[in-house]
């Protein structure tokens, strides 16, 4: 499975972003995606999470009320509207799923075999 990301951009603070990860390869579905960033000098961190079924959904507590994710089965994509972006928001974003089938929590990282190589958000103040 191949993922990637596009739609990161420079904003500023209190703009909108949109983010796409089209997922291509052996995709026959049944995996859980999510959406994770990191900083410079700080930790990658999951943001948003969602299920293939798109029953659950996770995100993080910095992002909860701004950051929607969504995703279109039929495309094979997954989709993270960003609103309200503030400085702090700043940061390579990357797209990731599991592995079909796979049975893990949304936040369990270390359970996403698949990742793209990322989109940078930068938010000015």
């Known amino acids: 499975v191949q993922l990637v990301e596009s739609g990161g951009g420079l904003v500023q603070a209190g703009g909108s972003l949109i983010l796409s990860c089209a997922a291509s390869?052996?995709?026959?579905?049944?995996?859980?995606r999510g959406w994770f960033r990191q900083a410079p000098g700080k930790e990658r961190q999951l943001v948003a999470a969602?299920?293939?079924?798109?029953?659950?959904?996770a995100y993080a507590d910095s992002v909860k009320g701004r950051f929607t994710i969504s995703s279109d089965n039929t495309k094979n994509t997954v989709y993270l509207q960003m609103n309200s972006l503030k400085p702090e928001d700043t940061a390579v974003y990357y797209c990731a799923a599991m592995r079909p089938g796979r049975v893990a929590p949304l936040v369990s990282e270390g359970d996403y075999a698949y990742w793209g190589q990322g989109t940078q958000v930068t938010v000015s103040s």
């Open positions: 390869g052996r995709t026959f579905g049944g995996y859980a």
């Open positions: 969602i299920t293939w079924s798109v029953d659950k959904r």
